[in-house]
């Protein structure tokens, strides 16, 4: 696709001398203009100009892009993330691979000697594309970590207690690499 044949509604197509205003296109004094977001097409048979539309890829995750995801495993030094959505595109299911992982190294600043007091299982976490080859997520950013978690014992969704996380069922303290949005439901 050629940008110079891109075109937004209200941009200049062409003139009725030259073409028929054909899909996508409206007629005024003589100039036809796009009325939809598209490629400038030709039907050289009708002699009109038509508007192919662009449809919207769904989004693919890049580098540096801020991802949404679930914690699916734990094994060892990685936590194992099943994507759902990037930062920006929140509307739209991430296209292709959506399987991602945490190593150890990248959680956070300081040094991680168990995964499992960083991330629990089906936790919902925020976190940075940092690979997309191999899919590798960062939480190092304050803003980057768990989003939402579950008590391991009883499944009640965690509550964030004077800066510790508390289960408010069955009193069960847990800890993890806490976003700053945790429990706010803010992304
Ligand atoms: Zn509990």
């Known amino acids: 696709m050629t940008d110079t044949n891109f075109v937004v509604p209200g941009d200049l197509v062409g003139t009725s001398e030259e ?40 989004p693919v995750p890049h580098e540096g892009d801020i991802v949404i995801g679930r914690v699916v495993d734990i094994k060892g030094s990685v936590a194992l993330v099943e994507l759902s959505r990037i930062k920006g595109h929140l ?31 089906q936790d919902i976490v925020k976190a940075k594309v940092i690979d997309t080859k191999n899919m590798r997520l960062s939480t190092v950013d304050k803003s980057l970590g768990v989003l939402t978690s579950q008590c391991s014992r009883c499944r009640t969704p965690l509550k964030l207690e004077a800066g510790k996380l508390k289960c408010p069922q069955c009193e069960r303290r847990e800890t993890r690499k806490l976003s700053s949005d945790y429990g706010k439901g803010i992304i």
Do not use: C, M
């Open 19 to 58: 073409y028929l205003p054909g899909n996508g296109t409206y007629e005024e004094n003589g100039n036809i203009y796009a009325d939809i977001t598209g490629k400038i097409s030709i039907n050289a048979k009708e002699r009109s100009v038509f508007i192919d539309p662009v449809i919207k890829a769904p």
């Open 91 to 121: 509307d739209r299911e991430i296209a292709g691979n959506t399987s991602a992982a945490i190593h150890i190294s990248n959680v956070k600043d300081s040094y991680v000697q168990d995964l499992a007091q960083e991330f629990g299982y």
